[in-house]
């Protein structure tokens, strides 16, 4: 699996915000268990849509609205008990009983207004999160079908040769073609069925030309779609072979893979 692409395709988010379908869940675990990049990769979403949402929406501290109502009502006590001088010292003893409700209760609520704000705030914070991942998984799909009308002009081109490159004694159900275009030496590559490598190892594509292997880059198994190579002119055959992680100079030959003539 190429490790890039699978992060570029943004099921890591999807999965991370919790839109993903079981099976497509359940191939996720899998693939972060054998994959250590794509757990990074996960972690640092997770902190990342954290951090957004601690700063956007900061939740208040339960122990605010008690500390308030306490001291509001410690405030009220106080008032209704202190003596006041004179003959209207009950009519005062009222008054002030009175003031004191009506600022707890209108402390009351602005506590009630400010929380409902706030989760309002947070509720905006959450809308603007998901406008952006629709945003941001729009951009993907855009990208997909610019990939995919790309490749459709090359398949349609009669500029471009198509080389089947079909298995050989080591590998007899693989399969894999190259569009070649001799009028400007572009070679594009498609995989019909190459078999899963482990990280350590890489497939490496050849052009032979006037009998000798010439490197045309390296490509990972589980690409899709059509992938530019290295051009190459005077081109009698294409190869492929596995070999160590990054190519070598030249092919291990009792590793080919496929191999077509044009």
């Given at each position: 699996m190429n490790v890039r692409d699978y992060i570029s395709s943004g099921i890591l988010e999807?999965?991370?915000?919790?839109?993903?379908?079981?099976?497509?869940?359940?191939?996720?675990?899998?693939?972060?268990?054998?994959?250590?990049?794509?757990?990074?990769?996960?972690?640092?979403?997770?902190?990342?849509?954290?951090?957004?949402?601690?700063?956007?929406?900061?939740?208040?501290r339960p122990e605010l609205k008690t500390k308030i109502m306490s001291s509001l009502a410690a405030r009220s006590?106080?008032?209704?008990?202190?003596?006041?001088?004179?003959?209207?010292?009950?009519?005062?003893?009222?008054?002030?009983?009175?003031?004191?409700?009506?600022?707890?209760?209108?402390?009351?609520?602005?506590?009630?207004?400010?929380?409902?704000?706030?989760?309002?705030?947070?509720?905006?914070?959450?809308?603007?999160?998901?406008?952006?991942?629709?945003?941001?998984?729009?951009?993907?799909?855009?990208?997909?079908?610019?990939?995919?009308?790309g490749d459709l002009g090359i398949y349609d081109n009669p500029s471009f040769r198509k080389v089947v490159m079909k298995g050989t004694k080591a590998a007899p159900d693989a399969m894999a073609s190259v569009y070649w275009n001799e009028s400007n030496n572009e070679v594009y590559l498609s995989i019909q069925n190459l078999k899963q490598l482990s990280q350590e190892k890489q497939y490496q594509l050849w052009a032979i030309v006037d009998g000798q292997p010439h490197d045309m880059g390296v490509f990972d198994g589980d690409m899709k779609g059509l992938v530019k190579m290295k051009p190459g002119a005077g081109i009698a055959a294409f190869a492929v072979t596995i070999e160590p992680k990054g190519g070598k100079e030249s092919p291990t030959m009792e590793t080919m893979q496929v191999l077509g003539n044009t």
């Open positions: 999807e999965y991370a915000l919790g839109n993903l379908a079981e099976r497509e869940r359940l191939e996720v675990e899998s693939n972060l268990a054998k994959y250590p990049e794509l757990r990074n990769e996960l972690d640092a979403i997770e902190e990342a849509v954290e951090r957004l949402l601690e700063r956007a929406a900061k939740t208040p006590k106080e008032a209704i008990v202190i003596p006041l001088p004179g003959s209207g010292v009950t009519i005062w003893k009222y008054a002030t009983a009175a003031s004191v409700a009506l600022a707890i209760t209108s402390a009351a609520l602005a506590y009630m207004f400010w929380n409902n704000w706030k989760k309002a705030e947070t509720n905006l914070t959450e809308l603007i999160a998901q406008n952006q991942q629709i945003a941001q998984d729009y951009n993907v799909v855009n990208q997909r079908l610019d990939k995919i009308e």
